[in-house]
């Protein structure tokens, strides 16, 4: 079983790191770093993508660092997982639809002595991916009276992905403490056409930006776990991500007669963030939280400049709730999970920020010793608006995770 999950997860490794290419399909991604990916991985994402107060052994938490010393010191972990998302956009008279598909991460999770533990994975910081046009006319100057038809088509590809190390150690019976070193590396390109479908004295343009980014970035975490009585404690965790000049390297490419080659070197910064939140679990039954999380992109650089992004917050919360765990009956021992989070916008439209809401709601089906499980989650998403940036959308996203958990450690004993 060793050689199959090494097998697995040098497989799967390539094919996340192909899938950060195209990954939405939503007009939103043309603006700043593009669509913003959330942290959390398996159980986390039914729970509406609480994790800065979730410590648990079945589950790998890259939100906070602080969490990978509560696996078992026997076990080893390994997480991945792919989904499809549905969008439907609208702005007012058109509707428009797609379906992408993608491999979204892979983490593994072991310990390295009873109170130390280490995990690694790849995961999406964002991702970027649509095309649109408009058309309209324009007042033709070269002549006493008319106009010109013009035809504006725009396109975007590409995403960051983050590779990340952390270790996690206990320092009191209480207090956890950790620390993730990322690597954001990955490509994002934009274009723009502008066209003259009736006029063949003008000559179109061809506009594209692109940023390759390879960068370092760091954030630590901290968890105290309150004993309430039986088998029911209390968890507060947060996580603080430092605000550090990302190495991204921009190129402008205009196209009319002849080609134009625009290398200026731009400043970036991954904005200062932090995220607190609180879990409170009742045995093995059931498992409640709240996260709150703050990220400075005011304060951050974007193509040298700090008013073009927007500070932003989110609010998650989500539950999950086991009948009967350790039950022979199967039916006893599926998680069942419920989340939802909202946040406003990080980037302006139309000198406008738009609201952003989803909910969401996943089942764990359990396999083989009742550790390894098979999640299944789906996620209705809602963002934008007619009256404030002139275009809405609405998403579903179904996918599946399997977090395989065996133990590896165990010394045999033969008879």
Known sequence: MKRIYIFLLSALLPLVLMAQNVTTASPYSRYGYGELQSMGVGAARAMGGIGYGIRDHR?????????????????????????????????GSEIYNQFRGRVDYVAIQIPIYKFIAFSIGVIPFSSVGYKYASTYDLKDYSKSEGTINVKQTYEGTGGFTQAYAGLSFNILDRVAVGANARF???????????????????????????????SWLCDVGVQYTQPLGGKNTLVIGGAYSFKLPMNIKSQITTYTNKEDVDNTKYDFDYPQSVGVGLSYRMGETLLAGVDFE???????????????LLTTYKIALGAEYVYKPGSKKYADNIRYRIGANFSPSYVKINDNRYMEFAITAGVGLPLFNNL????????????????????VEDYFTFGLDIALNERWFVKRRLN
């Not at 989650?377 to 934008?384: C, L, M, N």
């Open 184 to 214: 954001m590396f990955g490509k994002v390109t934009h274009s723009r056409w502008v066209e003259f479908p009736n006029e063949s004295f003008h000559v179109g343009t061809l506009q594209t930006h692109y940023m390759y980014s390879t």
């Open 294 to 308: 703050w990220r400075d992109f005011s304060n951050a650089r974007y193509y040298g400049v700090t008013d073009t």
């Open 59 to 91: 589950i790998i938490n890259p939100m906070n660092p602080a969490s990978y010393s509560s696996i078992d010191s026997l076990t080893f972990m390994l997480n991945f997982a792919g989904s499809g998302t549905v969008n439907g956009v609208s702005s």
């Open 372 to 391: 390894t499980t098979i999640n299944v989650f789906v996620e209705y998403g809602h963002r934008g608006g007619l009256k404030t940036v002139g275009l």
